[in-house]
Each structure stands twice: as C-alpha cells, then as structure tokens.
C-alpha cells in the first residue's frame, strides 16, 4: 500500500454536516491525488496535490476542498455533504508525474 | 461518450483459462496505457505499464496496445482464482502542464477452482 492511510475507514453522516477525510503517507511522495468510485462511473479525480499548499481541482471538485500543509497529509473536506457524495474515496500518491499510483485502501462514506 | 469505455462484464471463467479484458479509448492524444488491479474492498494497484504501441508482458500478464484502433487489451494466461478481482484500465495525456489520467469504469472477473 506504499505507506498510504486512510481514515476513517468507514463513515455515516448525515445530510448538512461537514466531513473531513484524511490521507497520511510515510513515503515522501510529491504528488497526491484524492479520487470517488462509483459504479459505472470508475474513478474520477476531486483534487490533487503537487506540494505543500500547492493544490488544483480535478473533474469533480464541486462540493470538495482539500488542504496540504505538510507533506505527508492531504485532507479532503466535504463542506456539508449531501447524498450524491456517498462514494468509495481513495487516495493516492505518486513520485512523479508519470502517473504511476498507489492507492491506498478507500474511505466508504454514507450520506444519509 | 465516455472517453474510455470498459465492458464492467461480470466475466467468469474456469481456473487455467486464457483471460481477456479490453478497453477503448476517444483521444489519440493519449500515450500512456496502464491496467490497475483491484481486489474487493482494497485499493487498485498497479499491473501494467506501457506507452506504446505492441505487447508488453510481465510473468502471465500480457498488455497489449494498438494505437491506430484505440484499443488496449490484458491478457491473463492460465488464470488462477487468486485472479478474481476487477481490473481498470487507465490511460494519461501529458503535454506541458496539462495532464489527463482517466480509468475505464473496471471489469470484474471471476476465476472459478
């Protein structure tokens, strides 16, 4: 899993609330990257890091913010979750830009 | 229309099975073709990693890519049930700062004892 954890593993929340989902990596990747599954859909990119402060949006960054103020940590904040943001939510790093990534082992979030 | 289209199947096939799985892709402007691994309740990790046209193959693993038709293909040759998880494709554009990586919606595969 190239040092990656996710937590929480698993999360309920209720429609309106914030949720924070946290990425922390011990390999001193540059590049991290958060990303939704949902059936039929595949992955699809929120946002992703390239350094420290340094973040862009993805496809589907609407109702995301992330943060990075250390290497090792991403934060993914749903700033008041509704129910189409129920997803599987993986994280991922890379060395480089060349998009060979490792992912780490999900985040299921159910927005009742 | 998605730019990668994968078959999500599910595919079943017996243990010692040739498998193949494929994807089609939109832009030609994509030069690097990629299969994930994903097993139940894990992240995908990565199987295949190529950016031209032709076979690369890796122990039972074969990746095969044709450009000129848009189409990617792996190939699992005498399958095992340790097999049985859903494969993504993936494919990445690169041009100075832009860059796409985009994944196949994944093919689940079965591979029976």
């Known amino acids: 899993d190239a040092g990656i954890t996710q937590s929480p593993r698993h999360k309920v929340t209720e429609t309106g609330t914030p949720v924070t989902l946290r990425c922390h990596q011990t390999?001193?990747?540059?590049?991290m990257y958060w990303y939704r599954q949902d059936p039929g859909h595949g992955l699809r990119l929120i946002h992703y890091?390239?350094?420290?402060?340094?973040?862009d949006k993805g496809e589907v960054s609407d109702g995301y913010s992330v943060s990075r103020s250390k290497t090792e940590d991403f934060l993914l904040t749903l700033e008041s979750a509704t129910s189409s943001q129920t997803s599987v939510y993986f994280c991922a790093t890379a060395v480089g830009t060349n998009e060979k990534l490792f992912f780490g082992s999900g985040t299921q979030l159910s927005v009742l | 229309q998605k730019e990668v289209e994968q078959d999500p199947g599910p595919l079943s096939v017996p243990e010692g099975a040739i498998v193949s799985l494929n994807c089609t892709y939109s832009n030609s402007a994509f030069q690097y073709f990629m299969w994930y691994r994903q097993y139940s309740r894990k992240g995908p990790e990565l199987l295949m990693y190529t950016y031209s046209s032709g076979n690369k193959e890796d122990g039972r693993f074969t990746a095969q890519v044709d450009k000129s038709s848009k189409y990617i293909s792996l190939f699992i040759r005498d399958s095992q049930p340790s097999d049985s998880a859903t494969y993504l494709c993936a494919t990445l554009f690169e041009s100075g700062s832009a860059r796409q990586l985009t994944f196949g919606s994944g093919t689940q595969l079965t591979v029976l004892p």
């Open positions: 390999e001193n990747h540059r590049y």
């Open positions: 890091s390239y350094g420290v402060k340094d973040t």
